[in-house]
């Protein structure tokens, strides 16, 4: 009789249907029976619980069922089999293809070498040898290059290079990018290491023609456009800046850069001419760092005409000009009070796409200013306007300078049609007409801070709240949707998005875990309850926030204690409460929400990391002044800074009067100074002061 192992039901199979007919234990009506039983067995476990369950007869109609659907199972699956191997076969070709002519070409290789003479073998030794050779002598320059470069070493670098002349090295783009640096700042007067970088810039001293020591801190800026001049150089583009970060001169040359003498000086301009020429004999290619790097050498040399021809070269080259490369230029028509010039810079930024930041307008204002140039400043002014807002206290110092001389007294109307003035002002959305000085005499110039109420301390006039295009406002809320898409994991924030449809809209939003944590480590959900509870009484609609929080602070420590969690149920039953998923960053939420509502955003978060540099720096500062509600706790309570109560921008009136906000570091934007600028003969503006000033 035989026996069944039940732990290896497929080796039933190997046994033959005799052995089962001939035992009288297992009565079997057919061999058909048995066989579709094992089988189907085989096909659906991994064995048989019992042996009795091997011998139950099936009916006819299920046998028949059984084997068609094997068959069909099997035949699908060799259809599929064939179908994969079709379509794999002529992907396969050209792989298999592209291995033969490798293969092949080795082979030949082979025989060429079998038929070499020895003296033929080694020649190509030889050639191999020396191409290994010269690559370990290009990298091993490259790498001191680059050591010289950190530690500003503008001898050594020249010195290695006389040295690789001498061994007949060849110089690729980065030895010469890395050479012209080093030289171009030594002729400014500071080689600055190029492991530091700065934050700020301000016009090169060369524009002011002061001392020595100006020079150096001015020039300190090579680097200022990356954070580390170090991974610049490895992609062979070096910063090179007239612009420099403020500092105390004691400190400049440790931290900034290393003063040169006048033969160094001297002999750098020369060596650096020298070296770009050799690059241009080399045939190697020029890129913007090197281009920038002569234009500085023709700084150096009061120069602008042959500093801005090495930013023209670079569109005839294919080259796109950077801010940087048109610092030289700029600096030096400014300092050589070559005002035309110095706007035909700015004219030759625009078109081909670079906008002048704060310092290269600083310069365009300074050399406005000493040129007595009314129009011109008048234009600036209105650049620092739109582009800068607030203005650095160098910058406010040149303006003072300017309302404060006899020229800008000079000039202005008499007369003007207040009608068109108050339509150019609507048109433009408040705050500026754009229609010139308006008035003559004295300037009055006095520091001054901005009332609760948005009047001017001083002189008493209400500066403007200047609307935000909707437009723009809704291209910003989607290009924010759009980031957060890409960078949020699964389908996270389309799912918010489509809560916020259904629950908004909310008239604030509050960032739950910035006020949590306020000034502390563990998160407290009472004092989020305290900043919602306040802010509640502050919208028209009393109606709860929109409170953010990520789902791991709900489910957090201690948020199971009932005060807690008593809290958390409040917020969701009155549907205020969205808790951000695992793997989210609740600050694209937080300000999504509140730029699509168009609401107050509560948070302290300063938002200058690298999430929010992803927005820009043109619409975002605009949006987040007019929006986001700064507090703070006292014994009574939390304290709200609500958004100041007019544009923090420099603002032109009806009557031609000017205020401008002063950057500086303050705690609320109440604390912040601005210029209260206006004609001596006006007096106190009064409620009838635009009738009286057009009727001068």
């Not at 005002?339 to 002048?356: N, Q, R, S, T, W």
Request: glycine share 6%; net charge positive.
């Amino acid at each position: 009789m035989a026996t069944f192992n039940t732990l290896q039901p497929q080796r039933l199979l190997s046994f033959s249907l005799s052995s089962f007919s001939s035992s009288s234990s297992f009565p079997l009506r057919n061999p058909l029976q048995l066989t579709a039983r094992v089988s189907s067995h085989h096909q659906t476990g991994p064995g048989y619980s019992s042996v009795k369950s091997l011998v139950e007869t099936p009916t006819r109609n299920s046998v028949k069922a059984d084997t068609d659907t094997r068959f069909n199972r099997r035949t699908r699956g060799y259809r599929d089999r064939t179908a994969s191997s079709s379509s794999t076969l002529s992907d396969s070709s050209s792989g298999r293809q592209a291995v033969t002519e490798r293969w092949q070409k080795k082979e030949k290789e082979k025989e060429n070498l079998v038929n070499m003479t020895e003296e033929e073998k080694d020649k190509k030794n030889k050639k191999k040898r020396k191409k290994k050779d010269e690559d370990s002598a290009e990298l091993k320059l490259r790498v001191a290059l680059d050591m010289c470069s950190k530690r500003g070493d503008v001898m050594g670098a020249l010195s290695l290079y006389d040295s690789a002349l001498a061994k007949g090295v060849k110089l690729g783009q980065h030895h010469y990018t890395v050479l012209l640096y080093l030289c171009s700042s030594a002729a400014v007067g500071v080689v600055r290491p190029a492991k530091s970088g700065t934050g700020s810039r301000t016009l090169n001293a060369l524009l002011s023609s002061a001392t020595e020591a100006a020079n150096v801190s001015a020039d300190l800026n090579y680097a200022s456009d990356s954070e580390v001049l170090v991974s610049a150089l490895n992609s062979a583009e070096k910063s090179a800046n007239p612009f420099a970060k403020d500092g105390s001169s004691s400190s400049r040359q440790e931290d900034h850069g290393i003063m040169v003498s006048e033969d160094v000086k001297k002999y750098a301009l020369q060596r650096g001419f020298e070296i770009y020429d050799s690059m241009c004999l080399d045939k190697v290619q020029v890129n913007e760092a090197a281009l920038t790097s002569v234009a500085r050498m023709a700084m150096s040399m009061g120069d602008g005409d042959r500093a801005f021809e090495m930013v023209k070269q670079m569109k005839i080259m294919g080259i796109n000009p950077r801010l940087r490369s048109y610092g030289p230029a700029l600096s030096t028509y400014c300092s050589n009070g070559e005002i035309d010039k110095a706007f035909d810079v700015e004219k030759h930024m625009l078109d081909h796409g670079v906008y002048p930041e704060e310092p290269e307008l600083e310069a365009l204002l300074r050399v406005s200013v000493q040129a007595g140039k009314g129009d011109k400043v008048y234009y600036v002014l209105h650049k620092l306007r739109s582009s800068v807002r607030k203005v650095s206290p160098s910058t406010a110092s040149l303006i003072v300078d300017w309302f404060k001389g006899r020229q800008a007294s000079r000039l202005g109307k008499r007369r003007w049609d207040i009608g068109s003035i108050k339509e150019a002002m609507e048109n433009s959305g408040g705050g500026w007409h754009g229609q010139g000085w308006l008035g003559k005499g004295k300037w009055e110039v006095s520091h001054t801070t901005i009332g609760d109420d948005g009047m001017c301390k001083c002189c008493g006039v209400h500066l403007a709240t200047i609307d935000l295009d909707p437009i723009e406002t809704e291209n910003f809320a989607k290009s924010v949707a759009s980031i957060a898409v890409m960078r949020e994991k699964k389908l996270n924030f389309q799912k918010f998005q489509a809560w916020l449809d259904y629950h908004g809209p909310f008239e604030a939003v509050v960032d739950a875990a910035n006020v949590g944590l306020f000034r502390q480590r563990k998160f407290k959900p009472s004092m989020v309850n305290a900043v919602v509870n306040g802010i509640r009484q502050k919208l028209p609609s009393r109606k709860f926030p929109l409170i953010i929080l990520h789902h791991r602070r709900i489910k957090g420590e201690k948020m199971g204690e009932p005060i807690n969690r008593a809290l958390i149920d409040r917020w969701n039953n009155a549907d205020a409460l969205y808790a951000t998923p695992t793997g989210s960053n609740d600050d694209w939420y937080w300000l999504y929400a509140a730029i699509k509502f168009k609401c107050l955003l509560v948070t302290n978060d300063e938002m200058r990391d690298h999430l929010f540099q992803l927005l820009g720096n043109d619409f975002f500062p605009k949006w987040k002044e007019r929006h986001q509600v700064r507090f703070s706790f006292t014994d009574s309570g939390p304290q709200f800074h609500m958004p100041p109560p007019c544009s923090v921008v420099i603002q032109e009136s009806e009557q031609g009067h000017w205020h401008v906000p002063i950057e500086t570091e303050i705690n609320y934007e109440s604390e912040r100074r601005w210029l209260c600028i206006t004609r001596s003969t006006s007096g106190m503006v009064c409620e009838d002061s635009s009738t009286a000033t057009g009727n001068n």
